[in-house]
């Protein structure tokens, strides 16, 4: 389950993701994504409520992150801990922005 | 198979990804298994099922056979076998990607085995009568 909530304000974008970006959710996050980002040029992913995340997930902010360097910013806040370790682990706590 | 283990027969298909998960949930329900071994272990039971589903039968849909028991005392260890008839493949021999490339640098893959080859205390693939058989371990300290 993954519920996907998110703020449009002009050119920025603020995504709320609650629940697990795995394999059978991150397709619906990357359609999301892809319709939602062509005008903006600031991202924000907020993962307060992100319990879980698998490579499937790890691939949609890895294809956001390149689109946003293209056009913009994008950041990643409040990780929690166990979504946190995966980000170490995978280098993905160097590739992305996390406040 | 001993008293302990416990088994799922399912096919393999990335629908039964929630199902595969529910039974790995009630194993280590039952022990005091911290949050982020819980996920570590979710995370590379995802991923191994979820290359199977994609790999081993393709084009068709095939079985995947799915056992796993938790044993031993201080530390107690999770063992989970992935057992399917497809295709012969090492996910082991698939080459690490290379952690300190930049966004643009790194490719879109190859992150899930290496996820759990990072995670997970033992990995190991055998090819036997015609059938893959992959057992991952994790003790749950």
Redesign the interface.
């Known amino acids: 389950m993954l519920n996907i909530n998110k703020e449009v304000n002009g050119k920025s974008c603020v995504y709320y993701l609650e629940g697990r970006l795995d394999t059978t959710t991150a397709p619906q996050l990357e359609g999301d994504i892809k319709e939602s980002i062509t005008d903006i040029n600031s991202l924000v992913m907020d993962l307060s409520k992100l319990e879980y995340i698998s490579s499937a997930g790890l691939r949609v902010l890895l294809s956001a992150q390149k689109t946003m360097n293209k056009q913009g910013s994008m950041v990643v806040r409040n990780v929690r801990d166990e979504v946190n370790e995966i980000f170490d682990v995978t280098g993905f706590a160097d590739i992305l922005t996390i406040e | 198979m001993n008293r302990s283990m416990k088994e799922i027969t399912l096919e393999a298909k990335?629908?039964n990804?929630?199902e595969v998960l529910a039974f790995v949930d009630e194993i280590l329900s039952v022990y005091d298994c911290p949050?982020?071994t819980q996920?570590?272990i979710?995370?590379a039971v995802?991923?191994i099922f979820?290359n199977i589903a994609h790999y081993a039968y393709t084009p068709n849909v095939g079985i995947a056979e799915i056992q796993a028991e938790v044993s031993g005392d201080n530390p107690k260890c999770f063992s989970i076998t992935f057992i399917d008839s497809g295709m012969p493949y090492d996910p082991l021999k698939k080459e690490d990607p290379d952690?300190?490339?930049?966004?643009?640098e790194?490719q879109?893959?190859g992150?899930?085995i290496?996820?759990v080859k990072?995670?997970m205390d033992e990995v190991d693939y055998k090819h036997e009568n015609g059938k893959n058989i992959f057992n991952l371990k994790k003790y749950l300290d």
């Open positions: 990335v629908e990804l929630e949050m982020k996920i570590q979710d995370v995802e991923e979820v952690i300190t490339l930049t966004a643009e790194r879109i893959g992150l899930g290496y996820m990072q995670s």
